[in-house]
């Protein structure tokens, strides 16, 4: 059974907000609803998020529910999470919940769990040095040698996570730059590094590459025979990694029901399971189980995903925003907004919908930002009195994990501090009087006060946890995950594919030989330029 084909603008509740014309005005809200915040937030566990600054009321969210149910989403949950073939221009059930569920009668349960079985065991080998090097030397060093879904999760979650670190260093190679390779390869000791692929078709050409020349390089310093100790891969493609030499202890499969951008919680988390320990690692599993639930059960008006997703397509379909920021108050999570970057626009950048029509409507979300408080001082202006609607989500920890309380009262200050002037601004009146009371002269304040002026009533979410776990973050990545489906249902579009990286695949490929050749072929007079160019740089 597959999805519905439903075009939202059709729906009722799409025209009724298409017809709202009120502006909302979240100072005039607050105000006149003493429960505002109690009934725009939602606890569960050691989470609480808070969407009661959002250009939203209860007219609103009434109309953005209703959507939901005239688009289907109940049924669309359902067939996601019984493993219905969703992803259907690829003919592919889509399950990466199965990879954190330990119910039983979870699809796929005893293959998973097996998997899972195999993950605990190769990180306790190599992290009490069962599994040692070819040299019998125990392995200091962990490089992941993917790209994209094969990386993005990976190098996001051990980054997050670098508190609860084992006594391994984790590396991460992506980029078909070779600078990129040699720059982690120079600092190595061939002897006591381990080296995983992670490719889910095992012909990305960035991956294979980058392999290649790791595998060389473990030769030349060691010998062929090294490769069996020293390398794992994680894929579909097991006969390329049995041509690659791989020893078949070391060789993790992947599924077709898994999409490479949600794949960190199965065999491509084998290099978090190193940084962070198995059981660590199972509590990040457990973590996104607990969001996976929520999702599946809470009604959407108390569903957190579901709610976020709404308010999201409120401003992208009817407010005209163009882009979210993802603002974590936390250093260790500086990569989250790339990590959704290929999660929120590889899934929901789509301008065909489920019908094979062209799209007269907005789609994806542009996502992009950096962690607090580093973007105060960099692109906060724009988000502060720039011209365009930025909706902000801001992501916090009640405690630092190492206990600065000085430093995190700071942090705090700032992370709540920034919401609030988003959301109350300054007007020109307060201005002034703040000019006077510190004694600027008259001239000076008329002339620059309009410039120290803030509208205001930008809308944030706040996102709030207890600390920064493994369970935590579990939750916090499964929240966006469900996000990210709910508004590809909405949108009338198929999240779990990505044709549209496709294309450039295969030009490079064909580039690849005109380069290499020097026979340049016919293209547009810039391309052509720009081959020619290249190749006198070169010689
Ligand atoms: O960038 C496109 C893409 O197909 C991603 O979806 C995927 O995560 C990445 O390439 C890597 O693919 P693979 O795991 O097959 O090497």
Same mark, same amino acid.
Request: hydrophobic content about 35%; some cysteine.
């Given at each position: 059974?597959?999805?519905?084909?439903?075009?939202?603008?059709?729906?009722?509740?799409?025209?009724?907000?298409?017809?709202?014309?009120?502006?909302?005005? /979240?100072?005039?809200?607050?105000?006149?609803?003493?429960?505002?915040? $109690?009934?725009?937030?939602?606890?569960?566990?050691?989470?609480?998020? @808070?969407?009661?600054?959002?250009?939203?009321?209860?007219?609103?969210?009434?109309?953005?529910?209703?959507?939901?149910?005239?688009?289907?989403?109940?049924?669309?949950?359902?067939?996601?999470?019984?493993?219905?073939?969703?992803?259907?221009?690829? @003919?592919?059930?889509?399950?990466?919940?199965?990879?954190?569920?330990?119910?039983? $009668?979870?699809?796929?349960?005893?293959?998973?769990?097996?998997?899972?079985?195999?993950?605990?065991?190769?990180?306790? =080998?190599?992290?009490?040095?069962?599994?040692?090097?070819?040299? =019998?030397?125990?392995?200091?060093?962990?490089?992941?040698?993917?790209?994209?879904?094969?990386?993005?999760?990976?190098?996001?979650?051990?980054?997050? !996570?670098?508190?609860?670190?084992?006594? !391994?260093?984790?590396?991460?190679?992506?980029?078909?730059?070779?600078?990129?390779?040699?720059?982690?390869?120079?600092?190595?000791?061939?002897?006591?590094?381990?080296?995983?692929?992670?490719?889910?078709?095992?012909?990305?050409?960035?991956?294979?590459?980058?392999? !290649?020349?790791?595998?060389?390089?473990?030769?030349?310093? !060691?010998?062929?025979?090294?490769?069996?100790?020293?390398?794992?891969?994680?894929?579909?493609?097991?006969?390329?990694? $049995?041509?690659?030499?791989?020893?078949? $202890?070391?060789?993790?499969?992947?599924?077709?029901?898994?999409?490479?951008?949600?794949?960190?919680? #199965?065999?491509?988390?084998?290099?978090?399971? /190193?940084?962070?320990?198995?059981?660590?690692?199972?509590?990040?599993?457990?973590?996104?189980?607990?969001?996976?639930?929520?999702?599946?059960?809470?009604?959407?008006?108390?569903?957190?995903?579901?709610?976020?997703?709404?308010?999201?397509?409120?401003?992208?379909?009817?407010?005209?925003?163009?882009?979210?920021?993802?603002?974590?108050?936390?250093?260790?999570?500086?990569?989250?907004?790339?990590?959704?970057?290929?999660?929120?626009?590889?899934?929901?950048?789509?301008?065909? @919908?489920?019908?094979?029509?062209?799209?007269?409507?907005?789609?994806?979300?542009?996502?992009?930002?950096?962690?607090?408080?580093?973007?105060?001082?960099?692109?906060?202006?724009?988000?502060?009195? #720039?011209?365009?609607?930025?909706?902000?989500?801001?992501?916090?920890?009640?405690?630092?994990?190492?206990?600065?309380?000085?430093?995190?009262?700071?942090?705090?200050?700032?992370?709540?501090?920034?919401?609030?002037?988003? /959301?109350?601004?300054?007007?020109?009146?307060?201005?002034?009087?703040?000019?006077?009371?510190?004694?600027?002269?008259?001239?000076?304040?008329?002339?620059?006060?309009?410039?120290?002026?803030?509208?205001?009533?930008?809308?944030?979410?706040?996102?709030?946890?207890?600390?920064?776990?493994?369970?935590?973050?579990?939750?916090?990545?499964?929240?966006?995950?469900?996000?990210?489906?709910?508004?590809?249902?909405?949108?009338?579009?198929?999240?779990?594919?990505?044709? =549209?990286?496709?294309?450039?695949?295969?030009?490079?490929?064909?580039?690849?030989?005109?380069?290499?050749?020097?026979?340049?072929?016919?293209?547009?007079?810039?391309?052509?330029?720009?081959?020619?160019?290249?190749?006198?740089?070169?010689?």
């Amino acid at each position: 059974m597959t999805l519905d084909k439903i075009n939202p603008t059709k729906t009722k509740s799409w025209k009724k907000l298409k017809s709202l014309k009120s502006t909302v005005d /979240l100072k005039t809200l607050f105000k006149n609803d003493n429960d505002r915040l $109690k009934k725009y937030s939602i606890s569960i566990d050691e989470l609480y998020v @808070d969407y009661s600054k959002n250009l939203i009321d209860d007219e609103i969210l009434n109309l953005l529910i209703n959507l939901s149910k005239e688009c289907k989403l109940r049924d669309a949950i359902d067939k996601q999470f019984t493993g219905e073939k969703i992803n259907e221009t690829e @003919d592919r059930a889509v399950l990466h919940t199965a990879l954190r569920s330990f119910d039983k $009668k979870s699809p796929f349960f005893e293959v998973l769990q097996k998997d899972r079985k195999k993950i605990k065991d190769f990180s306790d =080998g190599i992290i009490d040095g069962t599994f040692s090097s070819s040299t =019998g030397k125990k392995f200091t060093d962990i490089v992941n040698i993917g790209i994209g879904g094969s990386d993005l999760g990976p190098v996001m979650v051990v980054e997050a !996570l670098k508190y609860y670190k084992t006594d !391994l260093n984790i590396h991460f190679v992506s980029n078909i730059d070779g600078d990129h390779v040699s720059e982690i390869l120079k600092n190595l000791n061939p002897e006591t590094t381990f080296f995983i692929i992670v490719s889910k078709t095992f012909t990305t050409q960035e991956t294979i590459t980058n392999a !290649l020349t790791i595998k060389e390089w473990l030769c030349e310093k !060691l010998n062929e025979k090294a490769i069996k100790s020293h390398f794992a891969a994680v894929s579909t493609n097991l006969n390329a990694i $049995k041509d690659f030499g791989i020893n078949p $202890k070391f060789v993790f499969p992947m599924y077709d029901f898994i999409g490479g951008r949600f794949s960190l919680w #199965g065999t491509v988390g084998l290099s978090i399971s /190193l940084a962070i320990g198995y059981q660590n690692f199972e509590k990040l599993l457990k973590g996104a189980n607990s969001m996976d639930l929520h999702f599946k059960n809470e009604p959407f008006e108390k569903n957190i995903p579901v709610i976020l997703a709404l308010i999201s397509i409120w401003y992208n379909n009817f407010l005209d925003a163009e882009s979210e920021a993802i603002i974590p108050y936390s250093e260790y999570l500086k990569y989250l907004p790339s990590y959704l970057q290929q999660a929120v626009m590889e899934s929901n950048g789509k301008s065909v @919908d489920r019908n094979g029509n062209f799209i007269k409507y907005q789609t994806g979300n542009i996502i992009w930002g950096g962690s607090g408080t580093n973007a105060q001082h960099a692109f906060f202006q724009l988000i502060h009195q #720039g011209t365009k609607l930025i909706p902000c989500d801001f992501i916090g920890f009640k405690k630092s994990l190492y206990g600065n309380d000085d430093h995190h009262n700071k942090l705090l200050s700032n992370f709540i501090g920034q919401s609030e002037a988003l /959301l109350n601004g300054i007007g020109l009146d307060d201005v002034k009087t703040e000019m006077l009371i510190s004694q600027e002269s008259h001239d000076k304040m008329d002339k620059i006060a309009p410039f120290k002026v803030f509208e205001g009533n930008k809308p944030t979410t706040t996102i709030l946890f207890n600390n920064l776990t493994p369970k935590s973050l579990g939750m916090l990545i499964s929240m966006y995950e469900h996000k990210i489906f709910t508004q590809g249902i909405i949108w009338n579009i198929f999240s779990y594919d990505q044709w =549209g990286v496709e294309l450039g695949k295969k030009l490079a490929a064909k580039l690849l030989t005109e380069i290499q050749t020097g026979k340049i072929k016919k293209h547009d007079d810039s391309s052509t330029f720009l081959l020619k160019k290249t190749k006198i740089t070169k010689n």
